[in-house]
């Protein structure tokens, strides 16, 4: 039991002020609802002895590595979660620990020009388990990476994932689940073993 | 002219401390003897007004995203390069300035899973100059991928850049020669025009 824990790793994604806090630049109207969700799948993961990959955004003061679309957010002042600034922070209650694993990414996909799977499987973890933010971008294009690079067990907590409606993230998780992803409640996933 | 320049990138490659410094625990043996080289060679960059970009390793305190063959180096005190310590810092004499761009890697190659050569592409850049340590691994790996990926100047400074013994630099100049990269000396790439 033990064992299966020690090969899975928790993904949290983008928990950051710039797309949580009220006002944010890039606010992700459901995000700050699944804050508390999120702190507790983090604590059970820690407790199950679980790797915790915090995946985050954070851009060049000028927008120089954003997608196209939203280059036109950066100015000389900069934007939505530059490297160093507050916005790019994690919200607080969620903090990185010693033993985790701060992974930067550019893109939707956390796999997407990074060497996140090459960590992974060297680290000896086959199975994910993904809490965060937004479902229909960063959380699907992962989970759909994770499907084709063949890992064996994917997960989305489905009350610790949002997205800018409840609509758009039913009908995301709809289609996740169609791949063969497992979409446990948080306490579903807490009662597992 | 000018327009050139703006379209050319200067790659400064792993000046750090923890491969540079004397008794550094990745000393290349040729590097030290280089840094008045390459501190010119970002100066004649930003008078041309190119982008410099700073690649250099950073590596988890426990080593889990360095390559299998370096992970014996990292303990629970660290290893060469961690994320945040002094062994990962730029050497005196280099520094990151408002407008030049960082790119972390963990492997040899600048590009290899990394959002480089998207940034490179959208910033309108075609030519690569590169400076740095150490020839045979991170100077030629990142050379051939740029080939490979069909920039069409791929210039490598051949007295601002240098490996453990200047037989081994040879070699591997000789290699990339023959695959048409330029080889300029200092001198020469600073009276281009």
Same mark, same amino acid.
């Given at each position: 039991?033990?064992?299966?824990?020690?090969?899975?790793?928790?993904?949290?994604?983008?928990?950051?002020?710039? =797309?949580?806090?009220?006002? +944010? *630049? !890039?606010?992700?109207?459901?995000?700050?609802?699944?804050? *508390?969700?999120?702190?507790?799948?983090?604590?059970?993961?820690?407790?199950?002895?679980?790797?915790?990959?915090?995946?985050?955004?954070?851009?060049?003061?000028?927008?120089?590595?954003?997608?196209?679309?939203?280059?036109?957010?950066?100015?000389?002042?900069?934007?939505?979660?530059?490297?160093?600034?507050?916005? @790019?922070?994690?919200?607080?209650?969620?903090?990185?620990?010693?033993?985790?694993?701060?992974?930067?990414?550019?893109?939707?996909?956390? =796999?997407?020009?990074?060497?996140?799977?090459?960590? !992974?499987?060297?680290?000896?973890?086959?199975?994910?388990?993904?809490?965060?933010?937004?479902?229909?971008?960063?959380?699907?294009?992962?989970?759909?990476? @994770?499907? /084709? !690079?063949?890992? *064996?067990?994917?997960?989305?907590?489905?009350?610790?994932? +949002?997205?800018?409606?409840?609509?758009?993230?039913? +009908?995301?998780?709809?289609?996740?689940?169609?791949?063969?992803?497992?979409? *446990?409640?948080?306490?579903?996933?807490?009662? /597992?073993?």
């Amino acid at each position: 039991m033990a064992e299966k824990w020690k090969k899975t790793a928790l993904f949290v994604i983008d928990m950051q002020k710039d =797309f949580v806090l009220p006002g +944010a *630049p !890039l606010l992700v109207d459901g995000a700050a609802a699944i804050v *508390p969700d999120v702190i507790k799948a983090v604590q059970v993961a820690r407790e199950r002895g679980m790797l915790v990959v915090w995946v985050v955004r954070e851009h060049d003061s000028l927008g120089r590595d954003v997608e196209l679309f939203r280059r036109h957010l950066y100015t000389e002042k900069g934007g939505p979660t530059v490297k160093g600034r507050e916005g @790019a922070e994690l919200v607080e209650g969620l903090e990185i620990h010693e033993g985790d694993y701060k992974l930067v990414k550019t893109r939707f996909s956390a =796999f997407f020009a990074t060497h996140l799977h090459s960590f !992974l499987q060297t680290s000896g973890i086959d199975s994910l388990v993904i809490v965060g933010i937004q479902t229909p971008n960063c959380i699907r294009q992962t989970v759909f990476d @994770a499907v /084709a !690079l063949d890992y *064996p067990s994917v997960s989305v907590i489905v009350d610790a994932t +949002a997205a800018k409606t409840p609509e758009v993230h039913s +009908a995301n998780i709809f289609d996740m689940k169609n791949i063969g992803v497992a979409t *446990p409640t948080l306490s579903e996933w807490c009662e /597992a073993n």
